[in-house]
């Protein structure tokens, strides 16, 4: 129903920034929190940032993990249906797939509420 394809990964160095994108299809998206997420080689999939449409909170919230804090940046353009995650001073450890998700209502952190996800985007950090 809703189809989410992510874009924008790549290799990098250490220090370095890339923005993601993930576009969606199907259906708008302006009345859906979206979320991404990361999972590297042997982990868990984890949360790493989410943004909501704000309509019944009376603004958009951002939420970040704290390993990307004050490094990562979450936004929205509902206008064209799209995510972005804007990473900078990027670390090896930042390594992963990372996925765009929609989710309609629950708990922006917790993987298993999201009703829709992307295929991924790989992201590799050097040092």
């Known amino acids: 129903q809703v189809q989410l394809v992510e874009s924008g990964g790549g290799l990098v160095q250490a220090g370095d920034s890339l923005r993601l994108s993930c576009a969606a299809s199907g259906r708008t998206i302006s009345r859906y929190a979206m979320g991404w997420f990361r999972q590297a080689p042997g982990k868990e999939r984890e949360f790493v940032s989410a943004i909501t449409w704000g309509g019944t909170w009376g603004g958009a919230h951002t939420y970040y993990a704290d390993s990307v804090s004050g490094r990562f940046a979450i936004s929205r353009d509902n206008a064209k249906n799209t995510v972005y995650l804007q990473m900078n001073s990027l670390k090896p450890e930042d390594t992963a797939v990372y996925y765009c998700?929609?989710?309609?209502?629950?708990?922006?952190?917790?993987?298993?509420?999201?009703?829709?996800w992307g295929q991924g985007t790989q992201v590799t950090v050097s040092s």
């Open positions: 998700a929609a989710l309609k209502s629950g708990t922006v952190y917790s993987t298993q509420q999201y009703d829709y």
